[in-house]
């Protein structure tokens, strides 16, 4: 699996959404997500991932980025999301 480094030096979300755009990738829901959010839902959970967090499982699907990137991107995604709420696109 391949990694490619994100080409923009701004918040995490810009370089997830631009790591998308140099991919040409969109979200596309699976049987396997359908299936993950109903198990979530009896379980009593309720997780719900924005647009950008989408993006993110596209582009591990489609190999375009590892596992490790996409924990690093996740992680300083939901640290802005937290601590600067502004800063999302």
Known sequence: MGTTKPQSSGSPA???LSLARQHGI???ET???VLAE???RLSGDTVKLDPVELLLVELE???CIG???VTLLHVAYLRCVKYAPDVRP
């Open 61 to 63: 699907r489609s190999g």
């Open 31 to 33: 049987g396997y997500d």
């Open 26 to 28: 969109s979200y596309r």
């Open 14 to 16: 810009e370089a997830i």
């Open 67 to 69: 596992g490790e990137e």
């Open 38 to 40: 109903q198990i979530t």
